[in-house]
């Protein structure tokens, strides 16, 4: 796994082992980063169940002006402050070890775009997007973009107060692009 572009390119991310996680492939991260790269540039972007990092550094290599990278997982977050020294990214980064619940109620400033690629076969996902709309740290301009391969969770997605923008697929791995209505 590696950075695909912006400053830090090339370089190549420590991953994590197991089957806890499970990395964005990076056809999916090319295209992801396609299709927001006119909002990248000086965006606060919340990485949300960041695993490596990969995504969050990807956005700042590419400009992003700040990510904070959340994660529950103690090795995953030893994964990502490795990662975030190796691409020399410190400087605009925030990390916290915590349930994405918690992390949610001390981020204060708006985000402008919120990557959630929760763990497979959960719900986490809708419940992230309830706790960002409740507490309030998105604004009309703001994208929210779920990674999951869960029809339900699509269908669950389309019931909530947020506008489904987008729809892409990737194999088994759908990127859902959402707006505030």
């Given amino acids: 796994m590696r950075i695909i572009s912006g400053r830090a390119r090339g370089t190549k991310l420590y991953t994590l082992g197991g089957e806890s996680t499970r990395p964005t492939l990076d056809r999916v991260k090319e295209s992801l980063f396609n299709i927001i790269q006119n909002k990248i540039e000086d965006a606060n972007f919340l990485?949300?169940?960041?695993?490596?990092?990969?995504?969050?550094?990807?956005?700042?290599?590419?400009?992003?002006?700040?990510?904070?990278?959340?994660?529950?997982?103690?090795?995953?977050?030893?994964?990502?402050?490795?990662?975030?020294?190796?691409?020399?990214?410190?400087?605009?980064?925030?990390?916290?070890?915590?349930?994405?619940?918690?992390?949610?109620?001390?981020?204060?400033?708006?985000?402008?775009?919120?990557?959630?690629?929760?763990?497979?076969?959960?719900?986490?996902?809708?419940?992230?997007?309830?706790?960002?709309?409740?507490?309030?740290?998105?604004d009309e301009n703001s994208i929210i973009i779920v990674e999951t391969d869960d029809k339900e969770i699509i269908e669950n997605i389309e019931k909530l107060e947020i506008e489904i923008q987008d729809k892409r697929k990737y194999g088994r791995a759908y990127l859902i692009f959402l707006n505030r209505r």
């Fill in 47 to 138: 990485d949300l169940f960041s695993g490596s990092g990969a995504i969050g550094l990807e956005a700042l290599s590419r400009g992003a002006k700040k990510t904070i990278f959340c994660d529950s997982s103690k090795q995953a977050i030893e994964i990502i402050n490795k990662n975030i020294k190796k691409t020399h990214l410190e400087d605009n980064s925030k990390v916290y070890n915590s349930d994405y619940k918690k992390a949610l109620k001390e981020i204060k400033e708006k985000q402008d775009i919120i990557y959630i690629d929760p763990p497979y076969k959960t719900d986490f996902a809708i419940q992230a997007i309830n706790e960002i709309i409740k507490l309030n740290i998105i």
